[in-house]
């Protein structure tokens, strides 16, 4: 964000909260953040999240509220939209982060109990909530792989350093042919976040319980396996261990059509993820592309 921009941001939330912002920091920030913390005179603490990405997040936010659900998310103080981006003023969570705990396993009932209740909200459309198009849920899948989406362009993308082209090609043949002979949900759609992770989940360590989550830029309505199958990721990303794998399965209670579908949407999450972590090549980022890629190795094999 340039300063000037910056500058009249502030002015603009300080004319609608009616106070005087004494201090800004930047936390680390996701794939498509761009969030700040702001402390005004009297020592109060509020997030501000802006970016066209937050159009959705305040999609979500509306929705969850509207519903009175028992979803932990930050009480939204205003939004607004300003330079043509969304501007959400939140209510900060006063928890700490999933990430800055060693044992995340004592939270996967909590972590699958939220999502059984964003799911509760229900729509006959798929897609993302501020860009919603006639689509069927299927479709919106394959998008994501047979060159439909201008920000997925696989051709581009494996060319980057790091990425076996090869390997991640012919994963993405083979997912497509099985997306295409699946039957997939077609109406009912579920509200979904879905990228349950560390950074988007606040948790608290007496309970065990999250208490709060954020990031809601990729929410869309589409079939509920679909964030369980991004959590098993989590799972796997964490080396969690068979136990916990097991309680996972014990808790979502699939049967075996739903089994198959779900490990579907675990390989296109694996597939997808190379495209974000190729973008800046690091050491968290290479590791992740290794793992990755030892995983579709496996894959084709089957």
């Known amino acids: 964000m340039k300063r000037d921009i910056s500058i009249k941001l502030i002015q603009e939330i300080e004319k609608r909260l009616f106070i005087k912002i004494v201090k800004t920091t930047i936390p680390p920030q996701g794939m498509d953040s761009q969030v700040f913390i702001v402390i005004d005179s009297k020592a109060k603490e509020y997030v501000i999240k802006y970016s066209k990405w937050a159009f959705n997040d305040k999609f979500a936010y509306d929705l969850i509220n509207n519903h009175k659900l028992n979803i932990p998310i930050p009480k939204v103080l205003c939004s607004f939209v300003f330079d043509e981006n969304q501007v959400l003023v939140l209510e900060k969570i006063n928890y700490p982060l999933l990430e800055s705990v060693n044992d995340k396993s004592k939270y996967i009932p909590s972590m699958i109990n939220c999502l059984k209740s964003i799911h509760e909200i229900k729509s006959d459309i798929a897609g993302l909530l501020n860009t919603r198009l006639n689509k069927t849920w299927k479709e919106i899948l394959l998008s994501n792989f047979n060159g439909n989406d201008e920000l997925l362009d696989w051709v581009v993308i494996t060319k980057r350093k790091g990425l076996d082209k090869d390997l991640v090609l012919k994963s993405i043949n083979k997912l497509i042919k099985q997306i295409e002979e699946k039957e997939f949900l077609n109406s009912n759609y579920?509200?979904?976040?879905?990228?349950?992770?560390?950074?988007?989940?606040?948790?608290?360590?007496?309970?065990?319980?999250?208490?709060g989550i954020?990031?809601?830029?990729?929410?869309?309505?589409?079939?509920?396996?679909?964030?369980?199958?991004?959590?098993?990721?989590f799972i796997w990303h964490f080396k969690l261990g068979e136990n916990v794998l097991k309680?996972?399965?014990?808790?979502?209670?699939?049967?075996?059509?739903?089994?198959?579908?779900?490990?579907?949407?675990?390989v296109s999450f694996v597939i997808e993820y190379l495209a974000y972590y190729s973008e800046e090549l690091n050491e968290f980022n290479n590791n992740r592309i290794k793992t990755h890629q030892e995983y579709l190795t496996k894959y084709l094999e089957k």
């Open 214 to 233: 954020i990031d809601w830029s990729e929410s869309m309505f589409g079939d509920p396996l679909y964030d369980f199958a991004r959590l098993r990721m």
């Open 190 to 211: 579920s509200l979904l976040h879905p990228d349950f992770n560390q950074r988007n989940l606040f948790i608290d360590p007496n309970s065990n319980k999250i208490t």
């Open 247 to 266: 309680e996972y399965y014990s808790l979502v209670n699939l049967n075996e059509k739903e089994k198959e579908i779900e490990q579907i949407y675990v």
